[in-house]
């Protein structure tokens, strides 16, 4: 069944690969936003199965953004995954209080990046 992801991510060459892999490998529809503001306007247009936001963007960051979807009806029930380069133990805790499905830890390994999605959403075949 294929899925529906939007990347929402400041970094041309993060959201390339990402969509790649997943256009290619898994075969679903990828979606792609470069900041926060307009990966919200997607999500509250688009019926989206998953959302992967970074953390760091200039302008509204992935945490202002995720803290937007969860007020919101129209996309409070997509699952939202936060890719990041850095997690200190007490952003572990922030993170995990948040309510998103998980992390993926930048750099990451192209190559599982599908497996890796999957995994944080629950969408194991």
Same mark, same amino acid.
Do not use: H, Y
């Given at each position: ?5 939007? @990347? ?29 503001? /307009? ?5 509250? /247009? ?23 979807? /969860? ?45 890796? @999605?999957?995994? @944080? ?5």
């Amino acid at each position: 069944m294929s899925k529906r992801v939007l @990347v929402v991510d400041d970094e041309a060459d993060i959201r390339a690969v990402i969509q790649g892999c997943l256009e290619e490998i898994a075969g679903w529809e990828v979606m792609i936003a470069d900041s926060g503001e /307009q990966g919200l306007q997607i999500a509250a /247009q688009e019926q989206l199965d998953g959302i992967l936001m970074d953390v760091s963007m200039p302008g509204m960051g992935g945490l202002e953004a995720l803290q937007k979807l /969860q007020q919101n009806p129209q996309t409070r029930t997509i699952p939202v995954a936060l890719l990041t380069a850095k997690v200190l133990p007490e952003e572990q805790k922030l993170f995990a209080s948040l309510g998103i499905v998980g992390l993926i830890m930048k750099p990451f390994d192209p190559m599982i990046l599908v497996d890796l @999605v999957a995994s @944080v959403f629950g969408w194991e075949s």
